[in-house]
């Protein structure tokens, strides 16, 4: 379980602080659970605070009940939390075997190796060996990462905005490996996006808006208020599929 406790962000900004995130308090305990919101709301920043990419101007954050306010990004990984970063990292010289394996933690076989690319929807002996270079386009390289998340079955998965840089196509079938997802995932998945199809696998919705919480629950409590009434928040939700 993930708490987020009077968690606060500001930088500098010509001279004055800009509050970026203010007073968050939030408790992720659930499967699947989605953070919107209109740009510019602090979402990304709220991920990057989780994983220890930014420290928090003020507040608390607990994992299971450990203070990890102040560890850094490799102590929380070791802890259990991983972070899927909007442009995934390219790794020239390893491969798909190579990464999948590091991320593991063990020494597993090709068999394993290739059961977690099936899982994501790659056909594994044409990926396995492949080298994890900008030869990869971005709706494999996702699905590659989301592989590595599935291997590493940590506490906490961070994806911001999966959708991000890829085809409709490939979003079509980045949703149906989500939903594949929140069915075997052991932990919790946080995830980022302003996709409607996304937010509807969601357990719980969490509206981000001015560094706020603005609303948070089911989706059946949330999602017909975003459809419906906000426009800001409304058109955020479809502008995201380049
Ligand atoms: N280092 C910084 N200095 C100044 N402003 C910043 C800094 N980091 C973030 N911001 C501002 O904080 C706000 C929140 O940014 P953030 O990237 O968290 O929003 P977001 O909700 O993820 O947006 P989007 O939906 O567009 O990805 C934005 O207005 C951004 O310009």
């Not at 500001?10 to 919101?37: C, H, M, P, S, Y």
């Not at 919790?188 to 001015?210: F, G, K, M, P």
């Not at 009434?229 to 058109?235: E, H, I, K, Q, T």
Request: hydrophobic share 40%; net charge negative.
């Amino acid at each position: 379980m993930l708490e987020l406790q009077h968690i606060s962000y500001d930088v500098e900004q010509d001279g004055d602080n800009k509050g970026i995130l203010r007073d968050i308090n939030l408790t992720i305990n659930e499967r699947f659970v989605a953070i919107t919101g209109p740009n510019g709301g602090g979402k990304s920043t709220m991920a990057k605070i989780i994983a220890g990419i930014y420290k928090p101007t003020a507040g608390r954050i607990l994992l299971d009940g450990e203070d990890i306010t102040d560890l850094d990004i490799t102590q929380r990984a070791q802890r259990g939390i991983s972070f899927a970063f909007q442009q995934p990292v390219r790794f020239k010289g390893l491969t798909v075997k190579d990464l999948i394996t590091l991320a593991s933690g063990k020494n597993i076989g090709v068999p394993e190796a290739c059961n977690y690319l099936s899982e994501v929807g790659l056909c594994a002996k044409d990926y396995i060996d492949r080298e994890v270079d900008g030869s990869l386009s971005g709706g494999e390289l996702k699905r590659i990462e989301i592989a590595m998340i599935m291997a590493r079955g940590t506490k906490l998965s961070v994806f911001d905005e999966p959708e991000a840089g890829i085809d409709l196509w490939s979003f079509s079938n980045l949703i149906q490996v989500f939903e594949h997802l929140h069915e075997k995932i052991n932990g919790s998945i946080l995830i980022i996006s302003h996709q409607e199809r996304i937010l509807n696998i969601a357990d719980r919705i969490i509206v981000l808006a001015d560094g706020q919480v603005r609303s948070q629950g089911t989706r059946d409590e949330i999602l017909p208020e975003l459809l419906g009434a906000a426009p800001g928040v409304c058109s955020a939700l479809s502008d995201k599929v380049k």
